[in-house]
């Protein structure tokens, strides 16, 4: 099992930057991919960005250039770095891990918003 704790979220103005973080805690080594989704109000969950233990990496076409994923496998926290912020940025961001056995886990949210 994994347990995942997010934080770093908060208020911001429009082209600001804000940085996630995502400690992970328990059975860190059988993680095998972790992401971070949004989901803003009446809009369903999406992905924002996701890596690979083989550091494969995808972003959100909203998102790229301005996002920044990191994370290696074997540590034990993965970063969102979010830079020129937006409104439509807005939203409830979670992280997520992918485990081996193909089994997710979700940690419980931290909330961005961004003003105009």
């Known amino acids: 099992q994994v347990q995942l704790m997010e934080s770093g979220g908060g208020l911001v103005q429009s082209g600001g930057s804000l940085r996630l973080s995502c400690a992970a805690s328990?059975?860190?080594?059988?993680?095998?991919?972790m992401g971070w989704y949004r989901q803003a109000p009446g809009k369903v969950r999406e992905l924002v960005a996701g890596?690979?233990?083989?550091?494969?990496?995808t972003y959100a076409d909203s998102v790229k250039g301005r996002f920044t994923i990191s994370w290696a496998s074997g540590k034990n926290t993965a970063f969102l770095q979010m830079n020129s912020l937006k409104p439509e940025d807005t939203a409830v961001y979670y992280c997520?891990?992918?485990?081996?056995?193909?089994?997710?886990?979700w940690g419980q949210g931290t909330q961005v918003t961004v003003s105009s």
């Open positions: 997520n891990a992918r485990l081996i056995t193909q089994t997710e886990h």
């Open positions: 890596i690979t233990s083989g550091g494969r990496i």
């Open positions: 328990g059975s860190i080594f059988s993680i095998n991919g």
